[in-house]
């Protein structure tokens, strides 16, 4: 359903939800309406009903289900989106009733997700948490014969359609996670060179469309794709960044986060959020003109505190600082910036690099010549800025990794 077509060609579709008191459906079905247009989808109308539990044959009561098939017809909409998960019971009695194609929430954001990978990981991750899914609900006679089988290793004759097809399904989902696992040893292994090589790393974190990418590429030029849409990109990409004291990082822009992030999503995903839990920093990106901000953080905070991020320190960015319009002040943890304009990204860095562990300090020096052999080991683990030849030595403003720091004092220039 993914695609970028003209306005015309998009599917019309009605929006359904479910109000059972557990969340706010209003601020739920607003992004589900985000989701849909993301997907390429024409929203016509929204129909919530309240409901304590949902109705087991049809998610919805007849009364609603009956209003909801007469409205489709009038507005001539070719799909109903559900905004909660449905079985597959539901799927296929909500077919028959209605004549639209039935999807739910999880199944829209999985296809997003499926339109926006792009790397093999990012593919396997998807192609893997859409089998999960589908396997979870699969439907059919039950009695009816798909074609008899023959051969060795085929199935056997009396065999249903449902079987054959959960059986396929199963040897792809193992496929996949052997895939996978090939993927997450090779990204352990490159986590860990990073580790002993001393390289320290930023995570961007957030809210989806809260301005991650934006922020990414004005830090590192990267290029990444950024779009007011949700889940505009995909897949993790890292890239190096220069602090203003010197030290370069690895800062690395992951997967936006939703609220009621499907299960098998999360699952699929997991080693990919993991890697966040490895970072020396994490950067919360928070969309301060959001109405329901607090409850996005949670969402995020959340999701962090279960992936064992709770001790790694953060950084609050709140972005979009030009459409607020409230009392904005910096602190320890927390930084004002607009990614969009530039505001803020000064304070950012020097925030980022007193919040990092001091692995390095910048000096200037003025090393003798006897000692060259001590200034050659300083160049090849730090950045050198400057280098001058005087009757002293070699006067050098040069970055100096913890372990030299000590020796280093013995040749630094004291400031008049």
Not at 83 to 106: S, V
Not at 276 to 285: E, P, R, S
Not at 404 to 411: G, N, S
């Amino acid at each position: 359903m993914y695609d970028n077509k003209q306005e015309e060609t998009r599917p019309a579709v009605i929006l359904v939800g479910l109000d059972t008191g557990d969340y706010d459906a209003e601020i739920s079905m607003a992004e589900l309406a985000a989701l849909a247009d993301t997907a390429g989808c024409e929203v016509r109308r929204t129909v919530i009903q309240s409901r304590g539990t949902p109705e087991a044959a049809t998610c919805i009561g007849s009364g609603k289900l009956e209003e909801v098939s007469q409205l489709a017809e009038a507005l001539e909409a070719e799909m109903l989106i559900f905004d909660t998960e449905l079985t597959g019971i539901q799927l296929r009695n909500l077919t028959d009733a209605t004549g639209c194609k039935i999807i739910d929430r999880t199944m829209l954001i999985l296809d997003i997700f499926a339109g926006r990978a792009r790397t093999a990981e990012g593919k396997v991750q998807v192609a893997l948490a859409q089998y999960r899914y589908r396997l979870s609900r699969l439907t059919g006679s039950g009695t009816a014969l798909s074609r008899l089988g023959g051969g060795i290793g085929t199935r056997g004759p009396g065999e249903t359609k449902l079987e054959t097809d959960r059986r396929h399904i199963r040897h792809r989902i193992a496929a996949l996670e052997n895939d996978l696992r090939k993927m997450e040893k090779h990204r352990r292994f490159l986590g860990s060179r990073r580790k002993k090589d001393g390289v320290l790393t930023v995570a961007i974190v957030g809210y989806t469309n809260a301005g991650k990418s934006t922020l990414f590429n004005l830090l590192t030029e990267a290029g990444v794709l950024t779009e007011n849409k949700l889940f505009a990109t995909l897949d993790v990409t890292a890239r190096a960044l220069e602090l203003p004291d010197g030290r370069s990082v690895l800062l690395s822009d992951t997967v936006g986060l939703i609220r009621r992030l499907p299960h098998h999503l999360v699952e699929a995903f997991r080693s990919t959020l993991e890697e966040t839990a490895q970072a020396d920093l994490i950067l919360h990106v928070l969309d301060a003109s959001e109405p329901d901000l607090r409850e996005r953080t949670e969402v995020t905070q959340n999701l962090l505190n279960d992936l064992g991020c709770a001790d790694i320190p953060q950084i609050h960015v709140l972005n979009k600082a030009d459409l607020f319009n409230g009392d904005m002040h910096n602190e320890a943890d927390h930084v004002w910036i607009s990614a969009k304009n530039g505001t803020g990204i000064p304070e950012l860095l020097q925030t980022i690099c007193a919040k990092l562990p001091q692995t390095a300090r910048r000096m200037q020096l003025c090393i003798p010549y006897s000692d060259s052999g001590f200034l050659q080991l300083l160049r090849t683990e730090g950045k050198l800025f400057s280098e001058e030849f005087t009757a002293d030595g070699t006067l050098v403003d040069i970055t100096v990794d913890v372990r030299r720091q000590k020796q280093a004092e013995q040749y630094q220039v004291k400031s008049e």
